[in-house]
């Protein structure tokens, strides 16, 4: 009958009814039944008990063009046929049906997605005879499909149409069903036959209910996935968004060239009371009404040039000799900077040196820190001396101490800076030249509590001399202890 399919009784009394109306029947037949109530397993066996018919057993998927129906039947139902598949049904099967011996049924699953188009072709096709016979049609479709088109068929093509119902199945055979497929399964379950009826009652009636059950009977429940927590979702948006920001940030910030800053200026000013040992160095016109006169010496690092502005000479024009040139390219040496020649000076201008005009405006130079060079003692005009100076360099040390403080007093790269710096030492005091790298280094006194050594700097700053440096004796062993260069 059914070949090896399982049907139950009231499958296997419909599949009767099918047979029949597709061997006698002038009909479409269209059965209608719910999903999982086994209208693929009948259409299926219905196929195999019609084995005098030329058949064409299509499954109709969604969203399937009518050309691609129309070609899917013909190729079943014609051997080696030639037609267009934009052709109807009708046409098409006209051409050929005076060739064909046996009877045509045409089988064809889930109809509720075929056009409309071929729904019309189909109920005309059962107007047409072949071999003697009409052509018959065996259809599915869902019950809520059925009850859509129905109403919208003419009277006359209406009666072309026979629905069948397939009706749910009883609760014994729900049961049978249910026994047999576990029998076949060759499983045990440990769950009481009343608890299986009391389940059935409560299904519609399908096989694939009864499927399920028994899939839940012998698996188990299906372990359920967690659904995704929103909260995470966002959260890890927000860091990816996040980082992907900080990226684009960081990558257009390192290809953005810098703005270009102003160079800044050194500017020294020496508006304090000059030493008078250095007003004595000086050239009659160079020396200020007062010893506080204003003379601002601006040193641009990066242009490499002096800036000088001398607010405290009257004189528009006044030459400068030769001494006092070579006198102030001592001071310079002594501050780290370059001069050039130094022509007339002009009260009512400001240039830059290196230029090479002859007649250019005043250019001159005041060291930032007032200090008198070694060899500025041999300038024409120059003065012995301090004697301070002299005391100090007799006390001269060529040990350094390992206990105590010091002051450090200067650092210098030349040697001839040397003696300036000691000018402002107390008479008699316990000097210290070291050497360090490329510096010249003055210490000052042994003390051996740091009181002591800040008593002895605030005595060098009443004399005129800058801030001393407190520095303790074991931190500076690998000084290099040289002689004061003697006067």
Known sequence: MAGEQLLLPSQEALLYRLQHLACYGEQLVLLTGAAGAGKTTLITALANELEDYNLALVACPQHASAAEIRRKIIMQLLPDPLFDDET???????????????????????????????????????????????????????????????????????QWLLPVNLEPLSLAEREGLYQTLLARSQQQTFTPRSIVI?????????????????????????????????????????????????????????????PKQQVASLVVSNQISLSPNLLDWLSPAWRPSSKTAAVAVTIPWRERHIEVTAKAIKT??????????????????????????LPVVNNAQTTELGESSASAPVKTVAAPRPTVTADAENTAGSKPRNTAVTKAATNAKTTLPKDGYTLQIASVKQLQSVPGQLSVLPEDSQVWLCRNGPWWVIFNGHFSSRQQALKAAKIIQQRGGAEPWIRPWKTLQNYQPQPLPQP
């Open 316 to 341: 528009a024009e006044t030459v400068v000799a030769a001494e006092d040139s070579e006198l102030l390219r001592d001071a310079a040496a002594t501050a780290d900077v370059t001069t050039s020649d």
């Open 198 to 258: 009391k389940q059935l009652e409560q299904q519609r009636g399908t096989p694939a209910e009864v499927l399920q059950l028994l899939q839940l009977a012998l698996q188990g429940e299906p372990k359920a996935v967690p659904p995704k927590s929103w909260h995470r979702i966002v959260l890890v948006a927000l860091i990816v968004v996040s980082m992907l920001a900080a990226a684009i940030w960081y990558t257009d910030k390192i290809t953005t060239p810098l």
């Open 88 to 158: 109807p049904l009708v046409d098409t099967l006209l051409r050929f049906v005076p060739q064909l011996q046996k009877p045509l049924h045409i089988l064809l699953d889930d109809a509720d997605n075929l056009p409309l188009t071929l729904w019309a072709e189909c109920l005309l096709l059962t107007q047409l005879q072949c071999a003697g016979m009409a052509v018959t049609l065996t259809l599915t479709a869902s019950p809520e499909f059925t009850k859509q088109l129905l109403p919208q068929l003419p009277q006359q093509q209406r």
